[in-house]
């Protein structure tokens, strides 16, 4: 058996079939939604079951042979419900592999919505619901793709649509190790990620590593009266407040030696704009923004510590005491390249050797996220960059993502030899993982073309 015919379809082509399959990827989101994909309720609970049902026939419809397979977490407890298939052309061809998720966020307050969360209501252009850019869009992308090629596909596909990537898949690994052939393959895309706007099309160049580490400050062996021993004694909330503030220098910058800094993989297209971020975030007027160089640099690939927890007396009930012991925790969200466990090690070395006037300081050390970086040269980002703008019109701008996906990274430990690309159908509207989460549809429309472009550009002879 030879490979299929190689050659590059066109773009208008693909297009019109987009358009004539449209109705039916919306209905396909839409149901999704409505499955209401929670994997807090219980990652192996009968909705999560149903959820993956779900997903595996929608993927056999676009030819893919899926099935559902429960994982098995590392202490062999039953793990999440796991979507798994492949659709093979040829042994000659490339392979490449789908990745989406199909569980989605809890709604704590319904309220906050404007709509109801698990009911897909398009307004203005835009699917509002629950999972449906995160990651709902993904398993859209992926089904639409497929459809589009049909009988033109020209590589082989395997498919992996994840059940627990919002509680942070624990099973993860185990599952690959598991189904290591599932799995193996030439290019990897990852369709959980976004775009510079809905009509800019973006790769997603790298995410930040993560590591957190819980610190205990102490200046006393029990609690004294305020008015009897304070002054020359600090109370332990004041000797980790200055501890924390150690670790900036005076342009609100990390400056913990160890602690590495890079600047954004594959160059700076275009620097994020200071006014959206303010707005986005609900920063206050008068706050200036931390750090200096580019604004994308320190939302990216520059590391930045976040106090996530803080043991302390609230306010009510409060009285005249020297605390003696403060606990709190720190994550770290390290530069793409730097192994967290080499940024850990030089936090922690830090903190035991700063600690003000002598206080005791114990560090208890968390759990490791590796970073990942795109190889910026790769055949296979050349080929998602052109399908890009032959779908979306424009030239994309490239972005990195500050937060963290583990799991991206020990994909590319398990399958070193595999190139890497990270898609998605967010954009900076979607409010993923907050209330009114939604996906612009012409944005979604044109993330399906540029996945069925780079599907059949990774087609090509000699790939």
């Known amino acids: 058996m030879t490979a299929p015919d190689a050659g590059i379809l066109d773009a208008d082509l693909i297009r019109s079939r987009v358009e004539s399959d449209w109705n039916r990827i919306v209905e396909l989101l839409s149901r999704k939604i409505a499955l209401q994909s929670v994997s807090a309720k219980g990652i192996t609970a009968e909705h999560m079951k149903r959820s993956a049902e779900f997903v595996a026939d929608e993927l056999k ?65 835009r699917l509002y619901g629950r999972g449906s850019a995160d990651d709902g869009g993904g398993i859209a992308i992926h089904s639409g793709a497929l459809k589009a090629l049909g009988d033109d596909l020209k590589v082989n596909v395997k498919v992996f649509i994840e ?9 993860f690994i185990p599952f690959v190790s598991a189904h290591k052939d599932e799995f193996a393959a030439d290019v990897i895309i ?14 997603t160049t790298s995410l930040r590593g993560n590591t957190t580490v819980d610190v205990t400050v102490r200046g006393l062996k029990h609690p004294v009266h305020s008015g009897q021993y304070g002054g020359p004694i600090l109370d332990s909330n004041t000797l980790a407040a200055m501890l924390i503030s150690s670790l900036y220098n005076e342009n609100g910058e990390l400056a913990v030696p160890g602690v590495a800094a890079e600047e954004p993989v594959g160059g700076l297209q275009q620097d994020v ?21 580019s604004l994308a640099s320190r939302l990216w690939t520059r590391p930045s510590l976040t106090v996530i927890g803080f043991d302390a007396q609230p306010v009510e009930g409060s009285f005249n005491v020297i605390s003696p ?31 003000p006037f002598g206080a005791e ?15 910026p040269n790769a055949e296979a980002t050349k080929d998602a960059l052109e ?9 994309p701008i490239n972005q990195g993502q500050g937060g963290s996906i583990p799991f991206i990274p020990e994909l590319q430990r398990l399958f070193p030899s595999a190139q890497v690309l990270v898609t998605g ?12 989460e939604s996906i612009s549809l012409t944005g979604l429309k044109d993330n399906v073309i540029t996945e069925a472009l780079l599907l059949d550009k990774l087609g090509k002879a000699g790939k």
């Open 361 to 375: 300081v114990e560090v208890e050390a968390g759990e490791n996220g590796m970073g990942w970086a795109m190889d």
């Open 425 to 436: 159908p967010e954009d900076p509207k979607a409010n993923a993982h907050s209330p009114n």
């Open 163 to 171: 059940g627990e990537e919002e509680m942070g898949s624990p099973s």
């Open 61 to 125: 419809l676009v030819g893919v042979d899926a099935k559902v397979v429960q994982a098995t977490n590392e202490d062999g407890t039953p793990g999440a419900w796991e979507v798994i298939g492949s659709r093979i052309v040829s042994p000659d061809a490339p392979t490449v592999l789908l990745y989406a998720h199909h569980d989605v966020q809890p709604v704590p307050d319904a309220s906050a919505w404007n709509t109801d969360p698990f009911v897909a209501t398009e307004i203005d252009g």
């Open 273 to 293: 704009d200071e006014s959206g971020v303010r707005a986005d975030a609900g920063v206050v007027d008068g706050y200036v923004l931390a750090g200096t160089g």
């Open 325 to 355: 012991e403060t606990r709190f925790r720190l994550s770290l969200r390290t530069a793409p390249s730097q192994r967290p466990q080499e940024a850990q090690a030089a936090l922690v070395d830090y903190l035991k050797r700063s600690a």
């Open 190 to 203: 990852v369709a959980d990620s976004g775009n510079w706007a809905a009509d800019i099309p973006s790769l």
């Open 387 to 395: 399908a890009m703008e032959e779908a979306f019109g424009v030239a």
